[in-house]
């Protein structure tokens, strides 16, 4: 393989795994030149190969995959298989802009809340890339399991809707003057180690179909609504003490709930994102009822 062909893989191998936003990115990146990356590329962008945002559309990149046979990796050879990169990628990236929102709150950095607000729209390109790959690959392959092939949507959409409670973190400390109460700090601090390993347990079941993992992720999700208990109770004495007759002071208190919620619901998800894995795995369709009622 020519080193012109090798440097076009890497550009498409990167688009496809890595998420970069611009062609800068892509060149500091691969330790190129942006010309060179423009030069590269121009011609996917031409023939639609190569999308807006960064996206590829998977069958014309399987035929030039195929042309650059002597270096297609086994990852690049399947359309399933690179979903699953995508979505691992996608949750390596949710997690950090989680750890970012959080790291935020914890050092009451709003440069900090404001870029995890900026990853968020990272989060959002990776969900549309999945989107647009699981229609490609049903359209490619016509023996394929839609209903199957669906999931995998849903398991980017679920991953999404973590991100936007990223989002509901970040903006406590955007929107508030007040930092929060070491007491209170505790709770959370607790509540969003829990999440972090929700969100793990339930990924790593569905991508390594290891949906045995669900007994210790239904432990953790006990876990976290006696946490959520225990953090609300101590924000309504804390409420009980304190003067309404402030607007900021009250708006803290609503936000501070915003925040608790957040990592309550980033629990429920990964429980349904486990659910999805059930379904994939094991083909144990999930129930109609909502989890609210079930219990």
């Known amino acids: 393989m020519s080193k012109k062909d090798k440097t076009l893989k890497d550009i498409l191998d990167l688009i496809l795994y890595e998420n970069p936003s611009t062609q800068d990115e892509i060149a500091e990146r691969l330790g190129i030149t942006r010309r060179y990356v423009t030069q590269l590329l121009q ?7 190569v999308k807006r945002a960064y996206m590829i559309d998977l069958k014309s ?6 042309s650059l046979s002597d270096y297609v990796s086994p990852k690049t050879t399947t359309g399933n298989v690179l979903i699953n990169d995508m979505l691992a990628n996608m949750a390596r990236h949710v997690h950090s802009q989680l750890e970012t929102s959080f790291d935020a709150v914890l050092e009451y950095d709003v440069g900090m809340a404001k870029k995890a607000l900026e990853m968020d729209y990272a989060t959002n390109n990776m969900v549309e890339k999945v989107r647009t790959s699981v229609e490609t ?18 398991i980017a959409y679920d991953l999404e809707r973590i991100g936007d409670y990223c989002g509901h973190i970040a903006k406590f400390v955007i929107n508030e003057v007040y930092e929060i109460d070491d007491n209170v700090l505790k709770k959370l601090k607790k509540m969003y180690k829990t999440a972090q390993r929700m969100i793990r347990l339930s990924m790593t079941a569905f991508l390594e179909a290891d949906t045995d993992l669900k007994d210790d992720l239904m ?3 006990d876990s976290i609504h006696i946490m959520q208990s225990k953090a609300i109770n101590l924000i309504a004495t804390q409420m009980a003490e304190s003067s309404f007759d402030e607007k ?48």
């Open 61 to 66: 990149y399987e035929s030039i995959a195929q």
């Open 43 to 49: 011609p996917l962008v031409k023939d639609g190969t």
């Open 219 to 221: 432990e953790l999700e």
């Open 137 to 154: 690959i049903v359209s490619i392959n016509k023996h394929s399991e839609i209903s199957k092939s669906m999931l995998y949507n849903e």
């Open 248 to 295: 900021e002071r009250s708006n803290y208190f609503i936000y501070l709930f915003r925040v608790i919620k957040a990592f309550e619901r980033m629990g429920d998800i990964s429980v349904e994102m486990m659910d999805v894995a059930i379904e994939f795995h094991d083909n144990i369709p999930r129930s109609t009822t909502p989890r609210s009622f079930r219990y």
